[in-house]
């Protein structure tokens, strides 16, 4: 072994390690193309969902929520609401998304507020479709417990 460490070994390092790591991402990315369209169940993005995405965005929902842990940390993970509070059942979590977003906001003393976004019923029903949709992605069960 070399007792210096000379400048042509720095950078036989240098390249070598990022000629390395360039062939990992390329690796990790084609298979993350592989794999997204077995786990987003893309087939079943109805124009309801896709409304419901639309509104979601529009009205900002993500900037108090997180939705699969992307987004804000002030008030509750919205990608398992549908079973948290849907019991998995849509019809049970469309009656409880229409009465929670008309009772907004909720006046207790302490307790964070949620604005009223004053929506149609239909269209509370399309963003009902877009967390249920949400939900069924294969995100490994994140997030791990169903309080989020
Ligand atoms: C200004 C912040 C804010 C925005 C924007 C916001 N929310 Fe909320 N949301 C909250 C807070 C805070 C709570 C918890 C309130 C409570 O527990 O009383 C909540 C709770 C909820 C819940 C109930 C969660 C549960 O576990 O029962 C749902 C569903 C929900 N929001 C949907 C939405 C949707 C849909 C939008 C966009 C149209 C939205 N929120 C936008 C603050 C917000």
């Known amino acids: 072994m070399a007792e210096r ?3 042509s070994m ?5 390249y070598g390690g990022s000629f390395f790591f360039f062939l990992l991402l390329l690796g990790l990315t ?3 193309m592989l794999e997204l369209p ?3 169940h893309r087939e079943n993005i109805t124009p309801s969902v896709a409304n ?4 979601w965005e529009k009205n900002n929902c993500v900037g108090c929520h997180s939705l699969m842990g992307e987004g ?3 008030a509750p993970e919205l990608a398992n609401v549908f079973d948290r509070r849907g019991g998995s059942n849509e019809q049970v979590f469309k ?5 929670w977003m008309s009772i907004q906001p909720i006046q207790t003393p302490g307790r964070r507020k949620m604005p009223q976004f004053n929506l149609a019923p239909e269209e509370v029903d399309d ?6 949709w949400t939900s069924r992605i294969n995100d490994n069960d994140w997030p791990p417990n169903i309080e989020g």
């Not at 720095?10 to 240098?14: K, M, V």
């Not at 009656?95 to 009465?99: F, G, K, P, T, W």
């Open 127 to 132: 963003i009902a479709n877009f967390l249920i």
């Open 10 to 14: 720095a950078r036989n390092i240098y």
């Open 72 to 74: 804000a940390y002030y």
């Open 95 to 99: 009656s409880y998304l229409r009465a």
């Open 30 to 32: 084609f298979d993350t």
């Open 5 to 7: 460490f000379t400048k």
């Open 38 to 40: 077995e786990r987003d």
């Open 52 to 55: 419901g995405k639309h509104l």
